[in-house]
């Protein structure tokens, strides 16, 4: 899946050479304690159960979706573990394009349904996955850290 968008932006699925400016993207964006590691990376690129998108601007990779697909009795699903966009990108809809494509890739996979996890306090996050439709399911308390809580969410892809 390549997809072109506004003059050079692209979005695509990662691959194996992607991982050091997958690993520089998650330092810019996450703490040490929650971000992916190099070996994680690895893995993730290496596994089909992984699925990695990214949005490319001139080549470079400028924002990361990171999903994990798991068999369950009713079909396929998956996690949203890590959404990130350059500090310099932010605010300019890149992350709803982002999503938007992955979310259509995944469908294409036949997914059946989309789950993420949330801080509470990250209003401009769950506006953006409710505008693309997913749900509140669960408040979960002192999900990140005491006092943190965080806010599970999930979409169905197929009516």
């Known amino acids: 899946m390549k997809v072109e968008l506004q003059g050079t932006l692209e979005i695509d699925r990662a691959n194996?050479?992607?991982?050091?400016?997958?690993?520089?993207l998650e330092c810019q964006c996450f703490d040490p304690e929650?971000?992916?590691?190099?070996?994680?990376?690895?893995?993730?690129l290496k596994s089909p159960r992984g699925e990695i998108y990214v949005m490319r601007?001139?080549?470079?990779?400028?924002?990361?979706?990171?999903f994990?697909?798991?068999?369950?009795?009713?079909?396929?699903?998956?996690?949203?573990?890590s959404l990130a966009v350059k500090p310099e990108y932010r605010g300019r809809g890149y992350s709803k394009q982002l999503l938007g494509k992955s979310l259509e890739a995944l469908?294409?996979?036949?997914?059946?349904m989309i789950y993420l996890e949330v801080e509470t306090e990250?209003?401009?996050?769950?506006?953006?996955?409710q505008s693309l439709g997913f749900a509140p399911v669960k408040l979960l308390k002192d999900y990140y850290?005491?006092?943190?809580?965080?806010?599970?969410?999930?979409?169905n892809l197929v009516a």
Do not use: W
Not at 16 to 24: H, M, T, V
Not at 145 to 155: I, V
């Open 16 to 24: 194996f050479s992607d991982r050091r400016e997958l690993f520089a």
């Open 68 to 81: 994990l697909k798991r068999r369950t009795k009713r079909g396929e699903v998956a996690r949203l573990y």
């Open 57 to 66: 601007n001139s080549g470079q990779i400028i924002a990361e979706a990171i």
């Open 145 to 155: 850290q005491p006092t943190r809580d965080g806010l599970k969410m999930k979409l």
């Open 34 to 44: 929650i971000r992916f590691s190099r070996k994680q990376f690895a893995y993730l």
């Open 107 to 112: 469908r294409q996979q036949n997914i059946l």
């Open 122 to 129: 990250n209003r401009t996050a769950i506006g953006l996955y």
